[in-house]
């Protein structure tokens, strides 16, 4: 039956609700990295990431029993230190875990040291007067040319595939790979030559661009433009576990880090280790580090992932959502 005239004007204004609503989560999804992977518009996906496997034998124990047990199931390994190639061997006896590579251009503590995967005399550089890496990233700057970066990152991850394993995604050891734009440069290039995802964040947004300028992070025009050209995965943000002066007050420093987040795709890097004599000769930072190693395996932090809804994913997992994606996209 025909109805005759005009709809009532409640039912027009229904109609632009819902279609205000379709927009606006339409945009909201579009304009996250959480959504270009299919999430649903508003979800919090975090990609918690153990830093530093390999450093050092306490770091790959945390690393392993996290993965064992699967409470964290995401980690990157340093290739120049002692302990690297135990951590990759051990990773190819678990099928093929999320291991990336650490790409790592210094040694920053004062007596466990490591100096460059590639021969010294092609990166003379990257190399300090004791014959190691720098300790800090500025040193770096200042030494070494973009060419010397690229000819080390390529040996750490040639090292790696060389040991008969393929990492699922490269990151940057104290974010030396975007100290400068000749340097991100190189870091971007090679992710898309072995097509292993960076950690490139998305910078379209002017609030998480100001943060890392705040941070002393050279965030120029270019360097936004350039992230945004890059065409693998991207990080809606990044950020690291809060400290704390108890391991109950870092666990709420660590909600309230996750509580603060906009909804997207955000890598958050922790540095798990088991307590021992050795670890605190090493750093002193080693308390937070046994901390890290508890930390994702508490019950109450997983209540806490739980009740708000936060889903945990692996770069292994990122990119099998992309390759689906694209797929979809692809015409029968």
Known sequence: MKVKGNPPAYLFLYLVTIMV????????KDNTNAGKLGFPAGTK??????????????????????????????????IPCPYAEAMVQWAKTQGSPDLGVHLTLTS????????????????????????K??????????HATAE?????????????????FRPTHID?????????????????????????????????????AENFRKEGYPITTEVVDLLNEYPLPKLDNFSSVPNGKSYEEKRENFF??????????????FHPSVETDNLKTITNSWQQRVW????????????????????????????????????????V
């Open 256 to 269: 309230a880090l996750v509580s603060s987040l906009k909804p997207g795709l955000t890598e958050i890097i």
């Open 133 to 142: 890496m720098w300790h800090d990233v500025p040193d770096v700057l200042m």
């Open 172 to 208: 940057t050891h104290m974010g030396t790979l975007y100290g400068s734009i000749d340097y991100l440069k190189v870091f971007l290039k090679i992710a898309k030559e072995y097509n292993l995802p960076a950690n490139a964040i998305d910078l379209s947004d002017p609030a998480i």
């Open 45 to 78: 996906v975090l990609l918690m990431h153990c830093d530093d496997a390999g450093m050092c034998e306490e770091a790959n124990i945390a690393v392993s029993n996290y993965f064992i047990t699967g409470d964290i199931r995401s980690a990157a390994v340093m």
């Open 292 to 331: 890290e190693a508890e930390l994702f395996s508490d019950p109450l932090v997983k209540k806490f992932f739980e009740d708000n809804g936060i889903v945990l994913i692996t770069w292994k997992e990122i990119m099998e959502r992309k390759e689906n994606a694209e797929k979809q996209k692809r015409p």
């Open 148 to 164: 010397e970066v690229e000819t080390e990152v390529r040996a750490q991850i040639n090292k790696v595939l060389g040991m008969g």
């Open 108 to 131: 920053e503590w004062k007596t466990w040291r490591w100096g460059t995967v590639a021969d010294s005399v092609n990166v003379p550089g990257l190399i300090d007067p004791e014959g």
């Open 21 to 28: 609503i379709m927009i606006s989560c339409s945009n909201e």
